[in-house]
């Protein structure tokens, strides 16, 4: 079966957004920058940021993967504007545990570029964990190219 994309509900969004804030303030404090508490604060803000009237937030795309009627993951864009007035940004793609490994998050990520290209968007960018070794393949396969890299270590203290 075919996956399609469909606009996400305040519903939808309400049972996503919980699961998605816990998990990028893990990714965050994983880091070693934040505390799990610090983390968890600059996550709130930043989704509160970006999606301030949630779903019906303008400008930006929050679509539902379904597979035979069944959810199987989903995805964030935020069209050109703000911090990013060239570039529409992936802010989060996600395939539900049990349907992973199947090409969703190819096909999400495509089928968003088809509907960026019927809007006139030109650009799609993302972040990446460093670590996130199997996302990263994936993207470098969709045609995704490093433009810039953050880098960092840890210094053990003198004393």
């Known amino acids: 079966m075919s996956l399609s994309l469909e606009p996400m ?3 939808h969004l309400a049972r996503l957004r919980v699961p998605l804030e816990r998990s990028y303030a893990e ?5 070693g920058d934040l505390t799990p508490e610090a983390a968890r604060a600059q996550v709130t803000l930043q989704v509160g940021r970006l999606l301030p009237d949630g779903a019906a937030t303008a400008d930006v795309l ?8 069944i959810e199987v993951g989903w995805i964030w864009v935020t ?3 703000g911090d990013h007035p060239n570039t529409a940004w992936i ?3 996600e395939v539900h545990p049990g349907h ?29 964990f460093g670590d996130n070794t199997s996302a990263i393949r994936l993207y470098e396969s969709l045609g995704f190219q490093v433009i810039t890299q953050q880098m960092a270590k840890s210094v053990d203290p003198v004393g």
């Open 79 to 81: 069209l050109p504007g």
């Open 9 to 11: 509900t305040a519903a």
């Open 91 to 93: 802010h989060n793609i």
């Open 100 to 128: 992973r490994g199947q090409g969703y998050a190819r096909r999400m990520i495509q089928l968003v570029e088809a509907e960026l290209a019927r809007l006139g968007v030109g650009r799609l960018g993302l972040n990446v």
């Open 27 to 31: 990714a965050l404090a994983g880091t």
């Open 62 to 69: 929050l679509r539902v993967a379904l597979v035979g009627g």
